[in-house]
């Protein structure tokens, strides 16, 4: 371990003044990641996946001759002008995404453009860590629970369920659901973007059939939100309101998730 620290003593001293500058920055994050109802709750994981999606190119890693690139202290500078800004103003948003340009940076200036390409996806993917500012999260999250209601409400009345919606609230003949922001399935677009990204990267095929796998996480996302929306809306009329929350909501969520991640296996090993 010490000859480890003596060999890349310049590495770990820039690391731990990476950490002291942007430890604000950690714990705005790290509070978004576990507050109430987050819809980063995933975030913590984002590290950890990039650590071992770098650790599976180790012996192709080692076999490279770093090669010291200009390029790199310009995009630190950059990204750390970005820091300084939005620590001014404390907006911990553009922050956290200029930390993931330094970590950039760094890669260029100590290992050059060819080791960067080879571990380009996993640095990339820690902009999923980052969490998007409270009022994009509140636009998206209200567009997307009432479009989840009108189109649970359409699903009810054909399975001759009478519904009418108003707003995020589907009225029926004994029940009425509300479709509120946890329910906009929003939280599910999210890790499941993070997901499909992976599923994307270690697909075997050409970019074009990648991306259309990773852009299927959307529709997959919104049509299984609706599917549980339906699934509790029908539980509220035949039975009653009482059986679609506590223990019935919280595991209609897990459901859901589950239905999607093997809706996106499925899809990727079609495509594949």
């Not at 709750?41 to 690139?69: C, D, V």
């Not at 973007?193 to 996480?217: C, D, E, N, Q, V």
Request: proline residues 3%.
């Amino acid at each position: 371990m010490r000859e480890l620290i003596t060999k890349y003593k310049n590495q770990f001293l820039i690391a731990l003044i990476l950490l002291f500058t942007y430890t604000p920055t950690l714990i705005w994050m790290w509070d978004r990641w576990f507050t109430r109802d987050s819809y980063y709750s995933h975030g913590i994981l984002i590290p950890f996946i990039t650590a071992y999606l770098i650790w599976q190119n180790r012996s192709q890693l080692m076999q490279m001759k770093p090669e010291k690139s200009e390029i790199g202290m310009k995009l630190i500078i950059l990204g750390l002008f970005v820091h300084l800004i939005s620590s001014l103003f404390r907006v911990y948003f553009s922050s956290g995404f200029s930390l993931v340009i330094v970590i950039i940076g760094l890669i260029l200036y100590f290992y050059g453009e060819k080791i960067l390409k080879d571990i380009s996806f996993p640095i990339v993917f820690l902009f999923f860590m980052v969490p998007l500012p409270l009022v994009v999260i509140i636009n998206i999250s209200f567009k997307m629970k009432l479009f989840a209601a009108q189109i649970a409400a359409v699903v009810l009345n054909s399975m001759n369920i009478l519904a009418v919606r108003e707003g995020s609230l589907i009225r029926m003949a004994n029940a009425q659901v509300v479709v509120d922001d946890v329910c906009s399935g929003l939280r599910s677009l999210m890790s499941l973007t993070a997901l499909g990204s992976i599923f994307a990267y270690w697909m075997k095929g050409p970019m074009w059939k990648r991306l259309l796998l990773f852009l299927s996480t959307v529709p997959i996302a919104v049509i299984t939100n609706v599917c549980r929306i339906i699934l509790l809306a029908s539980v509220s009329e035949i039975w009653g309101s009482k059986y679609a929350t506590g223990f019935i909501h919280d595991l209609s969520g897990f459901i859901v998730f589950a239905l999607a991640f093997i809706l996106l296996y499925s899809v990727s090993r079609l495509m594949e």
